[in-house]
Structures are given as C-alpha cells and as structure tokens.
C-alpha cells in the first residue's frame, strides 16, 4: 500500500478541530434541552430549543465553506499570519455568536459581533480565494 503523505495545512487543521468540538458543544445542547423538555423533532415551540437548534444550525450552515476556502488558501501559500489571523477571528465569530443564541438574555452584542468577525473573516479568505484563483489564470 502507498505511503499516504499529509497536507501542510495546519492553521486549516487547527480552526478545523476547534470548530468540529464547537459543534458537538452546539448539538449536545440541543439533545439536552430537547431530553428536558420531552421534544423529539424540532424546537416543539420551546424558545430555549430554538435558540439552540439555531445556534448550531448557524454553525453548520458556515464552517464548512470557511474551512474550504481556509484550506484552499493555505494550499496556495498564503502567509501564515493572515491564516492565523482570519482563522482566529472566525474562531472567535463563531463562539460568540453560539453564546448569544445560548444565554438567556436578549442583547445582540455578542450576536452582532460575532457575525461580524465571522463574516469579515469568510470575506478576507473568500478574497484570497479569489486572488490565487485570478493569480494562476494570468500566469
């Protein structure tokens, strides 16, 4: 059998890890509130359920193109301080936007600030993406 040689992406491998543990974080919350509560499907109208449902829906629906995109920056040589950089502020978006969806207090602080961090973060690698992309197409 081939030796099978492991991609140099370790900033990808790193954001990777923290928000595959984010992600069960997310979803045990929902299992718990949804044991407590006798809920089988969905939120069942309960806005503690909802918010966790949604917390980790949210999750779900932007890690995976960020972690594409991460990586396939990284692949290009992109500098390891702006992997480092859009990795952690991804990290931090993501965190605290799960927190706001999983505290009991209404504010949007952490809420808006963490769509923020997440969203600028997936802009600056959808960026490099797009320079890489256009860099190899003109030679």
């Known amino acids: ?13 790193m954001v990777a890890g923290l928000m595959a543990f984010w992600l069960i974080y997310l979803q045990a919350a929902v299992i718990r509130i949804r044991r407590s509560h006798g809920i089988s499907m969905g939120d069942g109208g309960d ?25 396939l920056v990284e692949l290009q040589g992109a500098p390891l301080w702006a992997l480092v950089f859009t990795g952690t502020m991804f990290t931090a978006g993501r965190l605290l936007h799960g927190l706001h969806f999983m505290r009991r207090r209404k504010g949007l602080l952490l809420r808006v600030l963490g769509m923020a961090l997440t969203l600028t973060a997936t802009a600056l690698v959808g960026a490099g993406a797009l320079y890489y992309g256009a860099s190899a197409l003109t030679g």
């Open 1 to 13: 059998m081939p030796e099978i040689m492991p991609l140099p992406l370790p900033v990808t491998l």
């Open 47 to 71: 806005e503690a359920c909802a918010r966790a449902v949604r917390a980790h829906g949210n999750a779900a629906e932007t890690v995976p193109i960020f972690l594409i995109l991460l990586a």
